[in-house]
């Protein structure tokens, strides 16, 4: 069974869609950012701080191709996994890419506060207009996806439902309600 990836923009909700669609498909979950913090036991920022950028892309890529040789799981990315030609490759030849898009002004209302988290923003003075510049330089690298749903204003069950429907995924334990009587 092949792999279901969320991409999408930091805040675009690919970590609590990913968990959701996991649990209502009784498939395991997997954040590869979580995975490279667990395999390096340190935290995204310290990683960053540690090596830079190109550091934390080289763990980030050794991560994408290991989980890539699993089958059925739910992998939520980092919003910069699509930053290498080499990962939507591997993301594409092992499984359904879904991008999670979400308007500008609902990703700056979702991504206030969780700076400190983001090193990309964290170091910014002006954290909007950082969010505002790295939109722009990603513009066009997440629409490659099999399905995009726009999750702007809409809970997370509400965004599972449609991928769920569209992709005409099977519910765990039947309970896909278009398969009920
Ligand atoms: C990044 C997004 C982060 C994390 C790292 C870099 C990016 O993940 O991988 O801070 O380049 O957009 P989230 O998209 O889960 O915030």
């Given at each position: 069974m092949s792999n279901l990836y969320l991409i999408g923009f930091m805040g675009s909700g690919k970590?609590?869609?990913?968990?959701?669609?996991a649990e209502r498909l009784g498939r395991p979950f997997v954040d590869t950012d979580e995975e490279i913090a667990r395999r390096e036991g340190m935290d995204i920022p310290?990683?960053?701080?540690?090596?830079?950028?190109?550091?934390?892309?080289?763990?980030?890529?050794?991560?994408?191709?290991d989980l890539a040789g699993r089958s059925g799981w739910v992998i939520a990315t980092g919003g910069g996994i699509v930053l290498r030609v080499r990962n939507t490759e591997i993301m594409r030849n092992s499984?359904?890419?879904?991008?999670?898009?979400?308007?500008?002004e609902v990703l700056l209302r979702r991504l206030t506060g969780s700076e400190a988290s983001r090193p990309l923003l964290g170091s910014a003075?002006?954290?909007?207009?950082?969010?505002?510049?790295?939109?722009?330089?990603?513009?066009?690298?997440?629409?490659?996806?099999?399905?995009v749903v726009d999750t702007s204003d809409r809970t997370v069950d509400q965004v599972v439902d449609e991928i769920i429907r569209r992709l005409e995924l099977p519910e765990a334990g039947g309970r896909n309600p278009e398969k009920t009587i």
């Open positions: 970590s609590s869609v990913g968990r959701r669609l310290s990683l960053f701080a540690k090596g830079g950028e190109l550091y934390f892309r080289d763990l980030e890529q050794a991560v994408l191709l499984g359904t890419t879904i991008f999670l898009f979400a308007r500008e003075v002006d954290a909007a207009e950082r969010i505002r510049q790295l939109l722009k330089e990603r513009r066009g690298m997440y629409e490659w996806a099999d399905l």
